[in-house]
């Protein structure tokens, strides 16, 4: 049996990728291992190829899989997961069509009681990490506010989202999404939600007024909703991108009388 480890950046990961692999459900009692590692481009390579001989120094924290080797068309490899929020890496069973995956140094295992199987939407969320539509810009035009009058809000990042690619585990991906844009704009009011990309005059629909003077952090969350789908399956995800503009300027004219 053969164990495929996919890119992982900085070569200190690869003192900490023995013992947490030998932990791993991936592994019976009667199995050996012998780590390599190249430098590529400032990512470390690492191969971990596993067979027959003496017993690990651990016996495994969750039962090993039911079978010893992968099934017809897949194989054994470490792959990058979001669970939760947060990224971790498991020993899976894949499609060997699967291309590698970057795992960053210092990531975490996952929970050995986790699958040990793959899914498409694991896939895709963790794809989705990495490939994800483009974040907001907010901003405005003119950059500093004025009480009492509207100001327009510029995000500059479409509200929709067609990726495809065909480089998958699972076959060509398609993936369509569309967000809603919810503003805070920082004055004690209940965030509000746009339908659409924000714009300059005059032809924004993100606008506000403020009544008092001050500086104001504005919040914008672009929240969205992605559809994927393989030939085999298809579901989907919830996808949120929030930046801040901090500290918006918001003066007020004052009109000066002169004397003649």
């Known amino acids: 049996m053969h164990l495929r480890l996919v890119a992982l950046t900085a ?77 971790c890496w498991r020993v899976v069973s894949v499609p060997v069509s699967a291309a590698p995956v970057t795992i960053p140094a210092g990531t975490p295992p996952c929970d050995p009681a986790a699958p040990a199987t793959i899914t498409p939407e694991e896939w895709v969320r963790t794809y989705v990490e990495t490939t994800a539509p483009q974040r907001p810009e907010p901003g405005f035009v003119p950059p500093n506010g004025l009480t009492g009058e509207p100001m327009y809000l510029v995000t500059v990042a479409p509200t929709t989202w067609l990726h495809e690619t065909a480089d998958t585990p699972f076959g060509p991906l398609t993936i369509v999404g569309e ?47 992605l559809d994927w789908s393989f030939a085999s399956a298809s579901g989907q995800l919830d996808l949120p991108h929030t930046e801040i503009l901090p500290a918006y300027p918001v003066t007020e004219l004052q009109p000066v009388i002169r004397r003649p």
Do not use: C, K, M
């Open 11 to 87: 070569v200190a990961l690869l003192a900490t990728a023995r013992p947490a692999v030998a932990q791993s459900s991936a592994f019976d009692d009667n199995t050996s291992q012998r780590p390599t590692a190249e430098v590529v481009d400032d990512e470390a390579q690492i191969g971990l190829e596993v067979s027959g001989g003496s017993p690990g120094s651990s016996t495994p924290s969750s039962p090993p899989s039911t079978s010893d080797e992968p099934a017809d068309g897949f194989e054994r490899a470490i792959w990058l997961f979001s669970v939760g929020g947060v990224q």
């Open 179 to 225: 967000a809603t844009v919810v503003v805070d704009w920082g004055d004690g009011g209940d965030p509000l939600r746009y339908p659409v990309a924000g714009e300059p005059w005059p032809d924004g629909q993100i606008v506000h007024t403020w009544t008092t003077t001050g500086t104001y952090d504005v919040t914008v969350r672009y929240e969205w909703d």
